[in-house]
């Protein structure tokens, strides 16, 4: 399947994206609501440590993008054949890869936290969730093959299918979990980790079955298990590297901006975890369009429709922005209904609400920021956007930072470095696109 730089294009791979990433955040949202029926150190507990781990499966997901990118454009190609091999070796290194960062959680980041966390209760509570989740990253990681593979090749309807069956087994053994129901032992956080790694263990069944079923497997020349052959690595590593590393500091960021605010207090945190779980919801848009971004790019070069690219992405973005703008409204006129949602106790919601009203202007800056990034991604010039991500981030923390520990700023100023973030990666990656010096470059 070639893409096309039209609107129904766009909208036909991104959709199916979107909803995948619906399921996969109402997840995340309904996890904090549950954790939030524990109290607010249980729910800061659940943004330390849930923030800590997805720090570590960003490696995985930004390598999963390399697929995509790598794999767009061979499908760009028409070479079919190439693609079978390459997702077999991105299946030898998501194995190796998982074993070194489940022995990191297990050995080193007890200690890690401990350095970082001022409060014990967090922390224990933290802790507890990570000796849970460590489990989670073989799966989690195949997973993440499959969705690299399958956007690459355009075919993102199974998307919708795959993270909806994720979703919904996560929600379920969450209430049987957490809260012990049906002869269940009751867990706490310990339950939400464990029915993540469950529900993560079940989608990559699901993933193989249908990929057996749809002779995807024969067409492409999937699990054939190859000898091991480092040509196929060098392409797939050179686009892969810098965005594993990009990902993997971006959310980095985020770790470290949370812990800047459980400086502030354990309320300021449990309210900033209320908050990144809707944030995250509302970013589904503009996540869902720049990953088709990613994909449609790398096939248009594969092509050789180098001069569609800027228009297809001026598509995206005027997409994005309309559609974010339409949700942002709930936080502006029912942020104590939203806030409610999570937590019963008054001053939480009290706290979150001035929250939601700095993350509308945040996610405007996110749908630009991440779609112009995309876009830069989506050329093969990965170590241009970690250029571009390393200077954002300084910047982001550094001025956190400063509001914080020289400005004794309250959290909703501190959440505004948010908005900083986002422009300066899209003002970066905007100056790089009109340079047009991605143009002579290969996969």
């Not at 980041?109 to 990253?137: K, N």
């Not at 049987?176 to 993540?196: D, K, S, W, Y």
């Not at 749809?214 to 060098?234: A, C, S």
Request: net charge positive; with cysteine.
């Amino acid at each position: 399947m070639h893409a096309d730089n039209t609107y129904r294009s766009i909208w036909r791979i991104s959709y199916p994206i979107i909803i995948g990433l619906m399921a996969q955040n109402l997840m995340v949202a309904i996890d904090t609501a549950f954790l939030g029926r524990l109290g607010e150190i249980t729910l800061g507990a659940s943004a330390i440590g849930g923030i800590f781990y997805l720090c570590l499966v960003m490696l995985g997901t930004g390598f999963s993008v390399g697929i995509q990118i790598v794999v767009g454009r061979r499908n760009g190609e028409g070479k079919k054949k190439q693609i079978g091999y390459i997702f077999d070796h991105a299946i030898y290194y998501v194995i190796v890869l998982a074993v070194l960062l489940f022995l990191f959680l297990t050995y080193l980041a007890p200690a890690f936290l401990t350095w970082f966390l001022a409060s014990e209760a967090v922390l224990a509570e933290s802790l507890v969730y990570l000796e849970y989740r460590r489990f989670g990253f073989l799966f989690g990681f195949l997973i993440l093959v499959f969705n690299g593979f399958y956007v690459g090749i355009t075919r993102t309807r199974l998307l919708i299918a795959s993270t909806s069956l994720m979703a919904a087994t996560n929600i379920l053994l969450d209430y049987l979990l957490i809260f012990g129901h049906f002869g269940l032992p009751e867990m706490g956080i310990a339950g939400a980790a464990m029915a993540t790694n469950i529900a993560e263990a079940v989608t990559f069944v699901f993933f193989v079955f249908w990929s057996i079923k749809n002779k995807t497997l024969t067409h492409y020349g999937l699990f054939r298990f190859v000898r091991p052959n480092w040509v196929q690595y060098k392409p797939l590593l050179k686009v892969a590297v810098p965005v594993m590393f990009q990902y993997f500091f971006s959310f980095s960021a985020w770790f470290i901006f949370f812990m800047i605010i459980e400086q502030i207090g354990e309320t300021a945190l449990a309210a900033s975890n209320i908050t990144r779980s809707f944030y995250m919801l509302l970013m589904i848009p503009g996540l869902g369009l720049s990953s088709a971004t990613n994909s449609l790019v790398s096939n248009l070069i594969g092509q050789g429709r180098t001069s569609e690219v800027i228009p297809l992405i001026r598509k995206v973005l005027l997409l994005g922005l309309l559609a974010t703008f339409a949700l942002i409204q709930v936080n502006i006129f029912i942020p104590g209904r939203i806030a409610s949602l999570f937590t019963a106790e008054p001053h939480l919601i009290e706290a979150t609400i001035p929250l939601l009203y700095v993350i509308s202007l945040a996610l405007l800056a996110f749908t630009s920021g991440m779609i112009l990034f995309s876009g830069v991604s989506g050329t093969g010039k990965t170590m241009v956007a970690l250029i571009i991500e390393i200077i954002s981030i300084i910047i982001y923390l550094g001025s956190a930072l400063m509001l914080v520990v020289y400005f004794d700023a309250n959290t909703s100023t501190v959440w505004f470095a948010e908005v900083i973030y986002f422009s300066l990666l899209g003002l970066g990656a905007l100056a790089y696109l009109k340079s047009g010096k991605w143009k002579v470059y290969r996969v």
